[in-house]
Nanobody, 123 residues
Framework: QRYLAESGGGSVQTGGSLKLSCVSS????????VAWFRQVEGKEREWVGD???????RTADSVKGRFTVSQDSALNTLYLQMDSLKPEDTGMYYC?????????????????WGQGTEVTVSS
């Protein structure tokens, strides 16, 4: 069982920035896809971005140019830098891990999840 723990959420105004962190229980970056998802109450979890074991980084079109996914494997930590935040970015943000060489987009493909960290963007 892989342990994941997110932190860094909070409340900001439109245009502000937050940096989320996700610490894993061990070195997962050489063999696991690690991803960020977000969820608004009553809606399905939405894929935000990920890093594949080979190091390929992807981000969703809805956040491209504003959000950056990165990792520090020495610290077993995944990051999500969020800039130019909008009210529609409000939600619970989760990190997830799955043992795939190519990252899937579907939340159902990820067996390991953190508890989430809440982000609120006010207008």
């Amino acid at each position: 069982q892989r342990y994941l723990a997110e932190s860094g959420g909070g409340s900001v105004q439109t245009g502000g920035s937050l940096k989320l962190s996700c610490v894993s229980s061990g070195d997962i970056y050489t063999s696991y896809c690690v991803a960020w998802f977000r969820q608004v109450e009553g809606k399905e979890r939405e894929w935000v971005g990920d890093i594949a074991p080979a190091g390929t980084v992807r981000t969703a079109d809805s956040v491209k140019g504003r959000f950056t996914v990165s990792q520090d494997s020495a610290l077993n930590t995944l990051y999500l830098q969020m800039d130019s935040l909008k009210p529609e970015d409000t939600g619970m943000y989760y990190c997830a891990a799955a043992r795939f060489w190519h990252c899937p987009d579907s939340a159902s493909s990820f067996p390991h999840w953190g508890q989430g960290t809440e982000v609120t963007v006010s207008s």
